[in-house]
């Protein structure tokens, strides 16, 4: 396991449990399977936030209440309009109901803002941030505050996508890279289509040292599914990059401390993702997310924080809880993810 394979910086997130209520004022459609939701704050309460983090929506669907972490992809600098940016997963229970349901004038409750993965405690003269996919959504947040606030660093900045039409916000990033000469903006799809003036393929330590040879003077800020992030720690530590400039929304490498002296089949199914996995019951429910692509945030990985928590649908876990969770979340069925192992079958809301 090289360094990167886990989080360089303090694991201790910046948790400001408030309540707030949302109210949606705007839609709007990015892409074909990806909407931008923006609220401002109900009369009378203030958001305040670094960006880079996430909040945490507080949903009833069907009856049941769901909690689901998103980005924000809304920089600091416009208070008002803070926005989260949602991907549609097919089957997925809380996309789908975000994008079908969610409409203006909608509340939300959300707690939070929370999360270490943020520009205020992590600041760099020249950053290069790397995304996969809606990962885009916590650096999106980091360079429009930088677009904002004027500022002359040196910024480099690569999105990987699928294909051209799934790039998030690519008129926005053409009239930043445009606007703003210190802006080094570089997009990426893995597949190629008529017209496409753009590199394609995948991020690997060639295209890296390609579009910023200065790597090794750099800090970096990644978030991706799990599969892009793997191949990114992989080119980091071919590259050299000292560990400690190294950040990532997913916090890295999981809790490492066994509960369970035998390595007993076990299996789970994230219903949201719609995939199902075989594994071992000595695996913890994040190492495992991880492990399909499954996106879970987390911050402390010591079941002290509660960033991780998951509903829990079906099947029997074992869990080290360090105080996480409250009573009534253990009594609605919600588990940490990152030191929950599955005892046989699990079903999770994810």
Known sequence: MNAFSSFASSCRSDMSKGRLTLVCRHIIQETHDVKTFVFSPKSGQASQFKAGQFIMLNLVIDGAPVARNYSISSPPTRPDDMRITVKRVPGGLASNWLHDNLARGSEIDVDGPSGAFNWDDLPSDRPLFLSGGSGITPVMSMLRTLADSGSDKDVCFIHSAR???????REELDALARDHSN?????????AEDGWPGPVGLVDESVLLRLAPDIRERSVYTCGPEPYMKA??????SIGLDPDRYHEESFGGGFVNSILSADEPASVHFVESGINHRCASKQTLLEI??????????????????????????????????????????ALGYVLACCARPLGGVTLDL
């Open 163 to 169: 294909s051209p039409k799934d790039i998030i916000f």
């Open 183 to 191: 802006f080094h903006i570089h997009l990426i799809c893995a597949e």
């Open 232 to 237: 990114i720690r992989g080119a980091l530590h």
């Open 289 to 330: 997310a991880r492990s399909v692509g499954v996106y879970l945030p987390t911050a402390c990985q010591q079941g002290v924080c509660g960033t991780c928590r998951v509903l829990k649908l079906s099947g029997d876990v074992e869990m080290l809880d360090l105080g996480g969770l409250s009573a009534e979340e253990k």
